[in-house]
């Protein structure tokens, strides 16, 4: 037992030794795929945030291209040549947007009044009412909404604030990102040469629009400085100041949110090839799970907005290389669980072995003692004149003769369990009567049968078809089959039932008791050898665990099978196919 257990344990150390071994190479092989596929699918999601950013550049470009003078009903551009006479146009701003994303263009006069392109000064309404305007044009909700806005607007200032920690690492990073980026960074006040009558223009609300002025042409230096960000929900407010001839005006627009978020995610991903393997959540929304999630701050006047780009594994980006690992990895998983599983089944299965053996050592000792102890007692007794009466004798004489014969038994079956393992020459087969052949079989062991007050039933049909079967191979498998019957069922109903009939094409001989049974559990192993269901210590039952086990080589030896089941009537029944004789 104690070289059994050494054996155990070394078989489990080396089972966990080799799936130790083998787990941290294939996590090692995965991690380094894992880490290069997700810096690669990183550079994707860097190259959408690049195209968000251009787009956010793109948008700001164009309202900084946009002439400070637009922001009312009326205006006179800047490169007017006719400066005695300025033609006045109306402002691209005074009509509705068609761009979703934006609510209004407002501007906020020195005196600190509101006003909005789309609704004309006093001046300008006459000249706007001949052009077709209507109080109705104007969007009283829009000017509602950023009136509003603009309440929570941090007061304007001379200097732009200097950027704070986080925006400062937007920035840098913004650098690294794309020229888009670095030049919306650079931005800086922008000094316009204006006329001052074009000023005037903008500025004056009571004079007469097209009243000339006598200094109109002389130049007026306007600082424009850029646009900064305010977020205030969902909505973006971006707004600027102008500077010029002592006055200030702040100027800006609007934003919807969602509607340029929605925007820019069609307009960088609709229709293109990461469309299906990338979505964007924006400001901390989820979205769909997604095997890698990389997260963007935008830099200034976005920084109020970031997204999250969830991607998935590109086809194209999952190199031959990580696949092959990846299968190298799953087929050395396989192997070294199969390889783990197979060792530890191996030792297991030697150790129960050896455990039978050892078992069968002990059960064949026992057997064996047992009737030769008989035997000699009766012998010696014989021998020595002790046995007064001849009735007497006689049953001594049966005793010693039944107890030679279960010697002789027991003997057989260990002899042709050897002869088994070790495949000895092949049987000789012979063609006869199934009946008759159980009945020669029968004559063998009814005696053993009889003795033990058990009766044998036979049931043979007429019509069977002959049978090609090893005479003694099938002589010592009805013996072993009818002994266990007598062994196993001593307690029960003392009738064996010996059945022929056709099953599968084959002759099939049934031997049933009238016992309890095999547990179901050990249906399985009763035809191994050396088992029984039994712990040797403590079985009430004779045997050596090797009847069942030859009864089964046996008839493979002679080319049938052997089938075992509990009876639903009750007991055990085992049923063997003979092979048919071809004609």
């Known amino acids: 037992m104690r070289r059994q257990r050494s054996l155990l344990v070394g078989g489990v150390v080396l089972v966990a030794l080799v799936l130790a071994g083998g787990g941290w190479l294939v996590a090692q092989a995965l991690s380094g795929v ?22 956010l550049s793109a948008l700001i470009e164009r309202e900084e291209a946009r002439s400070f003078l637009e922001y009312r009903y009326f ?168 500077v010029g001839d002592g006055e200030s005006w702040r100027q800006g627009l609007v934003l919807r949110i969602p509607e340029l978020e929605e925007r820019l995610a069609s307009t960088v991903l609709g229709g293109s090839e990461l469309e299906p393997y990338v979505s964007l959540a924006w400001d901390g929304g989820t979205e769909t799970e997604r095997h890698w999630r990389i997260q963007h701050r ?52 030697e150790l129960e072995f050896a455990q039978r053996r050892s078992d069968f050592v002990a059960a064949v000792s026992h057997e064996l003692k047992t009737p030769l102890t008989t035997i000699r007692m009766y012998a010696e007794m014989l021998r020595d004149g002790m046995v007064p009466t001849a009735e007497r004798q006689h049953w001594y004489h049966q005793t010693i003769t039944a107890e030679s014969d279960r ?91 010996c059945t022929l009939g056709h099953q599968d094409g084959a002759v099939a001989l049934t031997v049933r008791d009238h016992g309890p049974g095999v547990p179901q559990r050990q ?3 009763v035809f191994e050898p050396f088992y029984r269901g039994e712990r040797e210590l403590v079985r009430r039952t004779k045997g050596t665990g090797i009847g069942l086990a030859l009864v089964r080589g046996l008839m493979e030896r002679m080319g049938g099978t052997v089938q075992a089941r509990n009876h639903p009537g009750g007991g055990f029944e085992v049923a063997l196919l003979l092979p048919v004789a071809s004609t």
Not at 40 to 53: L, S, W
Not at 91 to 109: A, C, I, K, M
Not at 470 to 481: A, H, I, P, T
């Open 34 to 55: 894992e880490a290069s596929e997700a810096e690669r699918h990183r550079q994707v999601a860097e190259r959408v945030f690049d195209e968000v950013e251009r787009e």
């Open 75 to 242: 205006f006179v551009p800047q490169d007017n040549a006719d400066e005695a006479n300025p033609a006045v146009v109306q402002s691209p701003l005074s009509r509705p947007s068609e761009d979703p994303t934006v609510v209004g263009w407002w501007s906020v006069e020195p005196d600190g009044t509101l006003r909005t392109p789309d609704e004309p000064r006093n001046n300008e309404v006459g000249l706007a009412c001949e052009q077709g305007w209507s109080a109705s044009d104007v969007d009283l909700d829009a000017v509602s909404e950023i009136r509003g806005l603009l309440a929570r607007l941090p007061p304007a200032s001379a200097e732009l604030p200097p950027p704070t920690l986080a925006e400062q690492e937007v920035q840098q990073a913004g650098l690294l990102l794309n020229r888009a980026v670095q030049q919306r960074q650079q931005r800086t006040n922008k000094m316009v040469a204006t006329k001052l009558g074009n000023l005037d223009a903008y500025r004056n609300v009571d004079q007469a629009l097209l009243e000339p002025q006598a200094d109109a042409a002389r130049d007026v230096a306007v600082e424009v400085r850029p646009f900064q960000g305010y977020r205030v929900g969902d909505r973006l407010v971006l707004h600027r100041l102008v």
């Open 298 to 349: 935008f830099a200034e006047p976005f920084q109020g907005m970031s997204v999250v780009a969830a991607v998935d594994r590109v086809p194209a980006l999952v190199g031959s290389s990580g696949a092959t690992i990846r299968w190298m990895a799953g087929t050395l998983v396989v192997l070294l669980v199969g390889g783990g599983l197979l060792i530890a089944r191996t030792v297991r299965t």
């Open 407 to 497: 010697l002789g038994r027991l003997i057989g079956n260990v002899l042709e369990l050897a002869r088994l393992e070790r495949g000895g020459a092949e049987p000789e087969l012979v063609v006869g009567d199934a009946a008759a052949l159980l009945e020669e079989a029968l004559q063998v062991v009814r005696p053993h049968a009889s003795a033990a007050g058990f009766t044998i039933e036979v049931s043979a049909p007429e019509g069977l078809p002959p049978v090609r079967v090893d005479r003694d191979g099938l002589v010592q498998v009805v013996v072993n089959l009818v002994d266990n019957a007598v062994k196993f069922a001593a307690e029960g109903n003392r009738v064996v039932c």
């Open 523 to 525: 249906m399985g192993k």
